[in-house]
């Protein structure tokens, strides 16, 4: 059964940068019928979609953050990672990795990581 | 963006009774060509990730009770629990994939009565 877990710092200082993985079990990143995206969760607010990737290397962002986005794949390590530039408070979140089908842009998110908080403070 | 809207914020329902929670969307998730509701339905327990229910919405992913039913079209779209467990206590999230990027509503808290 795929799993997808999450590792990074939990804490990082304003303005630097954020870098997460996302590590597969159970499955590989290969697989030519998903994506794997990115999404966060504010503490106690809703759910934002980051950015997607392929493991050909080709990538959906979310306009709201593109310019600081970006996503990777290392299809050595079954893994995807993600960097946040220049965060602040605002970036301040539970960091979910997950898995989509791909129909002409992202659909439902059907796996899961547990999911990382990232706390932005100096 | 697409902006999706869930009422109510908070819903409180006694044991085996119907739980109903609605969302809708600013535009239309419904493609013609194929007949489809690009609108799914995840349910959010505390310290857990969100776990998927429904998509096409009303396609049961595999595993989901059968007490769970998705319906609607177009724009205005329903998640019904026929019969609470207290098992169901959680936040629900609906999310529309008609565009990118995709976008969840505000959640709904479901609490026992």
């Known amino acids: 059964q795929l799993q997808l877990q999450e590792s990074g710092p939990g804490l990082v200082q304003p303005s630097e940068t954020l870098s997460l993985t996302c590590t597969l079990s159970?499955?590989?990143?290969?697989?030519?019928?998903?994506?794997w995206g990115w999404i966060r969760q504010p503490p106690g607010k809703g759910l934002e979609w980051i950015g997607s990737i392929f493991y050909r290397g080709s990538t959906y962002d979310n306009p709201s953050l593109k310019s600081r986005v970006t996503i990777s794949v290392d299809t050595s390590k079954n893994q995807f990672s993600l960097t946040v530039t220049s965060v602040t408070a605002a970036d301040t979140a539970v960091y979910y990795c997950?898995?989509?089908?791909?129909?002409?842009?992202?659909?439902?998110?059907?796996?899961w990581g547990q999911g990382t908080l990232v706390t932005v403070s100096s | 963006d697409i902006v999706m809207t869930q009422s109510p914020d908070s819903l409180a329902v006694s044991l085996g009774e119907r739980a109903t929670i609605n969302c809708k969307s600013s535009q239309s998730v419904f493609y013609s060509s194929n007949n489809k509701n690009y609108l799914a339905w995840y349910q959010q327990k505390p310290g857990q990730p969100p776990k998927l229910l429904i998509y096409?919405?009303?396609s049961r992913e595999s595993g989901v009770p059968d007490r769970f039913s998705g319906s609607g079209s177009v724009t205005d779209f329903t998640l019904t629990i026929s019969s609470l467990q207290a098992e169901d206590v959680a936040v629900y999230y609906c999310q529309q994939y008609y565009r990118t990027p995709p976008t969840f509503g505000q959640g709904t808290k479901l609490e026992i009565k």
């Open positions: 096409w919405a009303s």
């Open positions: 997950a898995r989509h089908e791909y129909s002409s842009g992202p659909t439902w998110f059907d796996a």
């Open positions: 159970g499955g590989s990143i290969t697989s030519r019928n998903y994506y």
